[in-house]
């Protein structure tokens, strides 16, 4: 089952983006909920992740203070409120879903299909 990822596109620098990500059937309480980002010649990146039934969260510290990560409003959805972007978030956008508290993504064994994020200076 292929999780689903919205909410991508252009804005300026210091602008909001909502991303969005649906997963199919179920998460269950012991689910960790992720999201990742990779710029073009680098390596995945962990940006944020939630504990699906204690909502405990993890940030980057490169995020942390701007970025949200939620149980969204619709169900089995996980949302990442971005605020305050800079160009240096630029990148492909990854939500992930696991069963372990971990900012590697290789502990992460479904995904999303991403959606790009473009921040202009």
């Known amino acids: 089952v292929q999780l689903q990822a919205s909410g991508g596109g252009s804005v300026q620098a210091g602008g909001s983006l909502t991303l969005s990500c649906v997963a199919p059937?179920?998460?269950?309480?012991?689910?960790?909920m992720a999201w990742f980002r990779q710029a073009p010649g680098t390596e995945r990146e962990f940006v944020g992740l939630?504990?699906?039934?204690?909502?405990?969260?993890k940030y980057a510290e490169s995020v942390k203070g701007r970025f949200t990560i939620s149980r969204g409003n619709d169900p089995y959805t996980v949302d990442l409120q971005m605020n305050s972007l800079k160009s240096e978030d630029t990148a492909l956008y990854y939500c992930?879903?696991?069963?372990?508290?971990?900012?590697?993504?290789?502990?992460?064994?479904?995904w999303g299909q991403g959606t790009l994020v473009t921040v202009s200076s």
């Open positions: 992930a879903r696991g069963s372990s508290f971990s900012t590697y993504f290789r502990d992460y064994d479904t």
């Open positions: 059937g179920h998460i269950f309480s012991s689910h960790i």
């Open positions: 939630i504990r699906w039934g204690t909502r405990s969260t």
